[in-house]
């Protein structure tokens, strides 16, 4: 039964976490980097063949831009991997200095609406339901715009990009405390992205980015409450010890992802029809991009196994009896255990290696693309 | 203009703030503290008398609890001043250890239940308008109990609570991130609150306090917003370096006090029919209780003074442009000017002497009180 | 060779852990709670009883006072445990209400100074060979008192208690970076302590309490940074989601917990020799008190034996070789580990149950000090 | 007497406050940027200009490497400014993706050693006095390097580069709690630092960046702290609201500006022989860069000027009776003092304009620069 759900577990890789990514102080140059999204999604397609448990890749739109968009769909299938999410960007133009679909300036807000219309399209082209929008917008310093006006603005962007999805179609509305934006960011907390989303509607979600919260925000907490609601469209997952640090996720607070998923299943959001998107988001900045998006694959199945394991049934009477011991233990006692063992055994049910990481390094992929891919421009967050 | 608008400006202070207070670690005693309900209204209106703007005050039950409410209503009226908020109280009775409302103990829920009820017993009997709900809810091991239950009890709870609002009567749902709580608070932000309320209908709305979010979180922008979506109810004032250290309003950021106020104005939330409550809600461990008070409201004064002399129409010119250090200029401007001469005005005007402080500690009051008010037992968090 | 550390470990118990504790909202009371330091110390023993590890107890003055210290200790001895650190207590009078040895006033610091003094008193009455400073001295507002006149009150006030120190005798300074004091702690981080202890000389050491630290504090890398200079003198060990929360070791974040114990065994100071102390310092507000020590002692073993698991050779080989992701794979593979059957082992070994929360539960300890101790006042924080 | 001492002020400009700059997201370009160092300081001329106490430039090298230093120098002299502290970058070649100094690999390591010795060589060439280190070096990830060896590293380095200096030359060594490192940074607080530097001697002391804090951290503190021990170099002044945000300092948290400068004042700091600089390093990634500065050196100014208002004498009184409200409201009185018109009669006297603001606004200098400054690449981080 673990095993089956285990196997079940769908995980969605970014396209551009095998580009090059950095700080605002120095982007690192890796060697094999993909020059173009044909090659991020063949590097993805390694992640799938390896973990059996990430069978789509997000792209993110212009980096992902390609002339032919069913042709790169097609592409992904002979890959063995389909195409998840459409990110939008509207923070890349010089334009969006002072914000996209906030902007003070009409002008500003229609070209920012514009691409978020043209991401539509993309998602009709590959046959995408998801749309994932992160807004970079907000002010530096008090006083700097209008912060009720900027929600207004924000509110008429939502309205049309939600009108024009299809029958089949959803957004997820992300939110981030801070940065790029320093005072103010214009969907800092999921308060705000529930209450547009609920004003709007079915197919307008929250996605919940482990690293965009403030110290000491209770993240489970979060999810069990927008699975209450109805409106957990799906995660950004990734790590950080400080700020969004998007390290690969698990590896700050393993204890805090686990908790996460046993709320998630809690929840039911682990079952299918809830169409809670899992994704990953997250930089590999001075680590190899491939091999950390196995190994972030491999931390979430490792947290969900935990998260399987918990004895709900003895959990509940604890619960009822108010033994907070007790209660707990039936939590740690799940979380302690070493589910590595398990998840091989599901792996090798699966036709897989039971250790993905080795199996990759001895793949040679590595090695190959990095002689290969000689020439042209790395991938990264301009292109 | 400003001057009329200073002049009707109203903030309520909390009964418990002339009692004793401390840490976890102690509550240091001081001299002339009220034995009962009835020296608290004599102490809060001695803040009343001195600055003109503070004619209610907040009872806290089962802290203030008295035989006869009409009494105390009557008494107070004799004092110059009137019952504000009723604050409940579910958090003191050794049955709460686990949770009040949320409990997972059905009979402790309905004790629970029972004293929300009695408290709009009390708002019947004093004409009190507003009840102030805080839940010191939650768990403090992963594991304890279950979050989504807990939503559901809170939920009922609510509704019970609601349905038995008289037709002028409503409650203000208070959020905080941690304390007593250290795992989960069942109302730990204001999207947790605002959720709530939404659900229940116009008489829930959410009041803000301002010590009681996470660290970086931009106080302002959630008055913003609940103002924009109709649901700001009021404030808990006080301020903090880094937790819920309960000083005194304005003393640990004037600036965000400022800040704070220029959103109220802008929103629309500091016109009376906006039914915006700002209350004090804070101790005074270590300083003298009704000059902390009298402090306090005028903090509060100074930070509405200057957000009434923004230049409106010349921000909205800067903001349109785009003009960062122009827009922030605008609103550093009015921060950076000395309000005390244009404060001293209006209270000359309004027959006091311009130096609340000063007036306050030429007045002999505390002298006498502290003469007076030998024996019984001083008035604290748990009496 | 990993049992034979494990066996020898020693975790000290806090007496104070074993009477009623909370936050400044409540005190919740449990049942069967000691009434005075011969009850805790008879508490204490049960928890080395079922451990086999945690042989000491520190002792909190004037909460322990007792007429004949040598009769405290010749009980101790009976009961099997000894006599640990011993805590000052310079917080509790009125006197202490602004500062206790960093007053304005020199009477009020020259009694906490004699209270210190006669902290060494009982060290040389008990054979204690370490007294451990907390100073809750602070102040709440700007320009309250002088932050640097304060510093110097200190650094007299720790001159004396360190003159008085006998030649196998050292004091530990603690550091906290708030509360009760709410704007300046006068020993708010580890640079203090260590500044003071530094020019004091090597009696003097820092100790770590895991939850006195800023959001976001790599605790890990002052306790390898104090190794590394000689001055980490111990522990109080705790953990916190938000701020001093006082939760039991290791239920917050174990991972945490693992990496400092990597770093404590890493930097030498799990050596006999290094003379670092391990000692709980929580409380047990809403657990029961004698089962959480034992919890929070198994927490400490179990975080210890996956530290002591790390391949300290293929993590070097991996560090040196800029090997990002193999060196993390080499301490998240012993992380990963379930290292409850080798502490069953070891307890086994040692002629303990290899389950003490079951066996404490059989042992009906807890129902005979619950049905002996009526009468009488709990012991809490303040006797 | 004060206006005096606001007449002596000296703040340092940042030669690449000037240049774009951004977040990992995004550089926005703006118009009129300066193309190389000479146009740099011809830019920061003008803060002074209109200023009249920001008389000397910090350089970064390499972003101000040029062939011939006495000409640059001698250039600046032209201008009517001066060559301030030399900044090194050891972190933006390929070669310190995993750490410069504490690198695990000694041919990096010896790599940035010479990077910091060629500092030295430009402090001769330019008669700088002022060294300052910011090392990003750290880990992302447990287990990447080994924290122990990274500081012994360290302290080899530092060793190398203060036997260097010359006998009127020091270096600052500036600390950080994260970015661009995640997991560990290796100087991430003041204590280390402050460690590294007792041990050097005189010619090594502790930079203090506004920006570089935990959440919470009380910065005025660590300013007393030091100057205490007399380790205090100087500051890196800007704000934040959330991280190392980088904004113009005082535009964040104007009264925390102010306590920075009441503890430096009180502690001898703004007195000549203490030789602390007053240095500005912040972006601005929105705002008009040299109108920027401007504001910022403004901020210092007012926040001194209030702090130079105390009344001191009227402050220790109220400190010594232990009057909480007496002494906070002497420290408050000072910082609701308008002191705009005082800078203005201070610049009046000094044959300045008293609104630099508007006067550089109708000097035309921007446009003309922005006419100018056509083609080539325009300065930033990585040039």
């Known amino acids: 039964m673990i095993k089956d759900l285990l196997r079940r577990q769908r995980i969605e890789t970014p396209s551009w976490a095998f580009g090059d990514s950095g700080t605002r102080f120095k982007v690192f140059a890796q060697a094999g980097v993909p020059r173009d999204p044909y090659e991020k999604l063949a590097d993805a397609a390694q992640v799938h063949r390896f973990t059996g448990v990430a069978p789509t890749v997000a792209l993110h739109i212009p980096w992902d831009r390609v002339a032919d968009y069913a042709d790169l769909a097609s592409?992904?299938?002979?890959?063995?991997?389909?195409?998840?999410a459409i990110n939008s960007n509207v923070f890349q133009d010089d334009a969006y200095m002072l914000g996209s679909?906030?902007?003070?300036?009409?002008?500003?807000?229609?070209?920012?609406?514009?691409?978020?219309?043209?991401?539509?399209?993309?998602?009709?082209?590959?046959?995408?339901a998801t749309l994932k929008l992160w807004f970079s917008d907000g002010t530096n310093y008090p006083g700097q715009d209008d912060i009720r006006s900027r929600q207004d603005r924000l509110a008429q962007a939502l309205e049309r990009v939600y009108a024009r999805l299809g029958a089949h179609q959803r957004f997820l509305l992300e939110y981030k405390l801070f940065e790029p934006a320093f005072y103010v960011s214009d969907v800092p907390d999921w308060g705000t992205a529930y209450a547009h989303c609920l004003r709007l509607g079915d197919k307008a979600q929250v996605v919940v980015d482990t690293g965009h919260h403030a110290p000491g925000t209770n993240i489970e907490f979060i999810v069990a409450f927008l699975l209450r609601e109805g409106k957990l469209g799906g995660f950004d997952f990734n790590s950080r010890f400080y700020a969004d640090d998007d390290l690969m996720v698990g590896a700050a607070d393993p204890f805090q992802l686990f908790r996460i998923m046993f709320e998630v299943i809690g929840g039911g959001g682990y079952d299918?029809?809830?169409?809670?998107?899992?994704?990953?988001?997250?930089?590999?900045?001075?680590?190899?991009?491939?091999?950390g998006q196995i190994r972030s694959v491999m931390n979430v199945q490792e947290a969900t196994a935990k998260a399987l394991l918990v004895d709900r049934a003895a959990l509940a009477v604890a619960q009822a009896a108010g033994d907070v011991l007790g209660a707990n233990a039936v939590v740690m006692d799940a979380y302690n255990t070493d589910v590595r063992p398990l998840l091989g055994q599901v792996r090798t049910e699966m036709g897989l290696d039971p250790d993905p990481m080795a199996a990759y390094a001895r793949s040679g992929y590595f090695e190959r693309v990095r002689d290969e891919r000689v020439g042209g421009a790395p991938a990264g967050w301009g292109a």
Not at 272 to 291: G, R, S
């Open 272 to 291: 299918a029809e809830a169409n809670v998107a899992f994704m990953l988001d997250q930089c590999h900045n001075i680590e190899p991009k491939i091999a």
């Open 75 to 84: 592409r992904a299938a002979e890959l063995g991997v389909g195409i998840g």
């Open 101 to 128: 679909v906030t902007n003070p300036d009409p002008k500003v807000r229609a070209r920012a609406l514009d691409h978020l219309l043209e991401c539509v399209d993309i998602m009709d082209a590959t046959g995408s």
